[in-house]
């Protein structure tokens, strides 16, 4: 290919920023990958001993965030892919549209991905990185990101060593050599995929879309967000539809416009801004990228929690029921914690101080009923949007100011 056609598949900088309805397109799996992914942790949590014993409970939901991550990271690469790339051009779709693909298997093979379709995610997995990176070092001939997926070629082909041991090995051991997998392939793309004798790619100084990163991340947080939606009220038709259950639905719908509120509260609509006023945007994007990785996990806790209510409004609410229903709320602030900081350079006080009281008052939450803890983690979401929306009446809006 010639370097012309290999310019021709780069995003330039006078394009259109807004993503493109492929990439909305290609979003629709991830909701029912995610509503997959929250249908295992309330397994986590409702499997007999594992409901009773906390401890037992973040094992069991240690396995789901192995297979969260690498959801993550495949649609995080796609993310960066179309900021890079014009999704506009056949190559580039047919690489969309095939690593779509992939995802659905790996959505089909979570609900035994640690047992019997193991193997089909495995596979899965490693075919969508090493295909998918394989696909540019041929592609990309003559063009300085011909490197960079070289790079990362070998270091996927490393990982997935364990990737495809793993799935023939009994689950603990499993467990463990899909945790270095996925170790290697986060610790490989945060340094650049570093090769002895060829160097690293500087991730601080990649190109990057910055407004349609930000719209990007911004799209699979409503994904995340409109699968409590789904999860909730799928959940409400699957038993009696008492005034018990009716509130706990309401509570539910209130927690998701909290989250989604405090989300888009000045951060989350200049996330574009950020990135181009960064010395360093592609350091800034794999910081913002680690904020939403912990907001969605927090979204997708906050609604196994809203499930599990749902399940016995009334009933005593155990210690593992507890540290999803509050727990899941104050990973999502972390997490936006994180992300004003990548904004702002600095985080408002509600935000940890709702962090701290979601945590002190969990163990005083333990065989209460459900219903009452989920109005509690509801009303701590409230006493954050509130100061957010009094703070913001009759002023000029933040620019941002990214951490330099």
């Not at 190559?91 to 992939?102: P, S």
């Not at 005034?243 to 416009?257: D, G, K, Q, W, Y």
């Not at 990135?275 to 904020?291: D, I, M, N, Q, Y």
């Not at 002190?360 to 509130?386: F, H, K, S, Y």
């Amino acid at each position: 290919m010639t370097t012309n056609r290999v310019a021709n598949l780069l995003r330039r900088r006078e394009s259109p920023q807004r993503p493109t309805f492929l990439e909305l397109f290609f979003d629709l799996v991830y909701v029912f990958a995610l509503t997959r992914i929250v249908h295992e942790l309330v397994l986590d949590y409702t499997r007999g001993h594992v409901a009773d014993t906390l401890t037992t409970s973040l094992s069991e939901n240690g396995e789901t965030l192995l297979l969260l991550l690498a959801l993550w990271w495949i649609w995080a690469q796609t993310a960066w892919t179309t900021s890079r790339f014009d999704p506009f051009q056949p190559a580039i779709q047919f690489v969309v549209l095939a690593t779509m693909f992939g995802s659905l298997l790996l959505a089909v093979a979570i609900s035994g991905a640690l047992a019997e379709t193991g193997l089909l995610f495995a596979s899965t997995y490693v075919a969508i990185q090493v295909g998918r990176t394989l696909f540019f070092v041929l592609t990309l001939r003559g063009h300085d990101l011909r490197r960079v997926n070289m790079l990362a070629l070998v270091w996927f082909s490393v990982s997935a060593v364990p990737w495809i041991v793993g799935a023939f090995a009994p689950e603990l051991t499993r467990n463990s050599l899909w945790a270095l997998a996925l170790a290697i392939d986060y610790v490989g793309g945060r340094l650049g995929w570093p090769v002895p004798r060829l160097g690293r790619s500087q991730v601080s100084s990649w190109a990057v879309a910055g407004d349609h990163l930000a719209e990007r991340y911004w799209q699979l947080v409503i994904v995340a967000l409109g699968e409590t939606i789904l999860t909730s009220g799928s959940s409400l038709l699957r038993g009696p539809i008492v005034a018990e259950r009716i509130m706990a639905l309401t509570l539910s719908f209130l927690t998701t416009v909290l989250l989604w509120r405090i989300y888009f509260y000045r951060a989350g609509q200049i996330l574009g801004e950020a990135v181009a006023a960064s010395a360093k945007p592609g350091r800034l994007g794999r910081s913002a990228e680690f904020s939403h990785l912990l907001m969605v996990a927090g979204i997708l806790v906050t609604s196994a929690g809203s499930e599990l209510v749902l399940i016995d409004p009334v009933g005593h609410a155990k210690h593992a029921w507890v540290a999803a229903i509050l727990g899941g709320p104050a990973l999502y602030l972390v997490g936006r914690s994180v992300f004003e900081y990548v904004t702002f350079a600095r985080v408002s006080r509600p935000r940890p101080i709702g962090i701290l009281v979601l945590a002190a008052i969990a163990p005083v939450m333990v065989g209460l009923p459900p219903l009452a803890v989920a109005a509690v983690a509801a009303a701590v979401l409230l006493g954050i949007a509130v100061p957010d929306a009094i703070r913001a009446h009759g002023r000029p809006l933040e620019q941002a100011s990214p951490p330099r």
